[in-house]
């Protein structure tokens, strides 16, 4: 069946960088729509960037503000999200979603499968 393992979080202090990486198993997976999403304590999921399968239609978390980028390596069937810049608020558990040939949202339900989740703990 379809896996995603997270990878890549931890602490760091603001304005530190941390890049996740979501491995994904059994799929064509440049087949498949890819997303972040987050969740912190008392919180509903958050969106946080998705990329469609298809080309050049990516679409990000108005938060961002250009400190987040997210990039695939089709051949590791790899999604990574570079995050830079990071504040206290950005604390939360990450999530990789996948979906296969979807359209790519806001919502977590446009998203099929999910990984377990990544700690990332921003400090100020």
């Known amino acids: 069946q379809v896996q995603l393992v997270e990878s890549g979080g931890g602490l760091v202090q603001a304005g530190g960088s941390l890049r996740l990486s979501c491995l994904v198993s059994?799929?064509?997976?440049?087949?498949?729509?890819m997303g972040w999403f987050r969740q912190a304590p008392g919180k509903e999921r958050e969106f946080v960037v998705a990329?469609?399968?298809?080309?050049?239609?990516?679409q990000y978390a108005d938060f961002v503000e250009g400190r987040f980028t997210i990039s695939r390596d089709n051949a590791k069937k790899t999604v990574y999200l570079q995050m830079n810049n990071l504040k206290p608020e950005d604390t939360a558990v990450y999530y990789c979603a996948a979906n296969i040939a979807g359209p790519i949202g806001r919502s977590p339900t446009l998203f099929r499968y999910w990984g377990q989740g990544t700690q990332v703990i921003v400090s100020s």
């Open positions: 990329d469609s399968w298809r080309e050049s239609d990516t």
């Open positions: 059994n799929v064509i997976f440049n087949s498949y729509s």
